[in-house]
C-alpha cells in the first residue's frame, strides 16, 4: 500500500531557498514537505490538487503551499511543453523577524495563510510570474532581496483564492498517509473504470460503511462525488486539448452523454461544448 511521500529537501551551504525546475509530468507524487512552496507554472491546462481541494487550471497557475499541506506536482499528466518555476523555503526562512518586524507583517500574515494553499491569478498572476522568470541570472543576495519583493506583492493583493477552508483534514491525512496516499492513486488510476467504492475500501482494509465515513470526513465529500469532480476536471484537460464531448465523456469513465453534460454544468457552470468553445476563442486570442 503507497503513502504519501515525505519529500527531503536539500539546500545548498549559506542559502535559505532553492530554485529549481523540476519535470515529473509521468510520475503521481502526492507529496508533502516543512518547507513552504511556491509554484508557477505554464501549460495549456493541468490539475491543481492541494489538500482536499481538486481543480484545474489553464495556462499557467501559481500557488503558495504552506509546510506540511499535501500536494500533487502540479506538472502531473500534462501532455504539451510546459515551464515550471518552484521555489521552496526553509522553515526558518527570514528567521524571527518575519514575527517582529512591522514591515514585514502583512508578509507573515501570507505565510500563515499559506497553510490553507493559495492560488493567485490576474495581474498578480502575470507581475510575479515574470519577476520569478528573472530569478536564475541574480546573486544568491539579489535573489533573496527579490524573493522579499515577490511576497509582499502577493500579501498586498486580492487577487487570490484560498483553496482550503480549515486544516483539520490536512492534519488527518498527515496522521494517516498511507491510506490517504493509497485511496488518492486509486482514484487516479480507475477514474475512468466506475472505480468501486468496495474494492477501494478492502484496500485500506476498511469495512465499506467505514470506509465512506472515513473518506467524507476526510474530504468532506462523498466517495462518488469525490470521483466525479475529479472525472470534470480530467475532462476539462481533455476538452482544452482538442478532443470533442462525447469523446470525453466516454473517456473520463461516464457512460451517459447527458449525464456528463448536466454534471459538468453543474460543477463548471457550463456545459462541455460551451467550455470547450471558450476555450478556443480564448487561446486563438
Known sequence: MNEIQLEKIIFEPGKSFKIFSPRLKNTFLWHYHPQIELVYVEA???IRHVG???SGYTYSDLVFIGGNLPH???DYRLRSEYHQIVIQLKTDFLGTAISIAPELAAIHKLFKDADYGIAFYGETKKIVSEKLKQLEGLSAFDQL???IS???ILADTKQRNILNND???SAFILKDKIRMGAIYEYIDAHYDERPDVNKVAAKVHLT???FCRYFKRQTHMTFTDFVNQYRIERAKNLLMQDQNVTETCYAVGFESISYFNKLFNKIVGENPSAFRKNWEIHHRA
Open 52 to 54: 482536499t481541494h481538486i
Open 44 to 46: 495549456d491546462a493541468g
Open 150 to 152: 515577490i511576497f509582499k
Open 72 to 74: 500533487l506536482n502540479f
Open 145 to 147: 532581496i527579490e524573493l
Open 167 to 169: 486544516l483539520s483534514s
Open 208 to 210: 465499506t460503511p467505514a
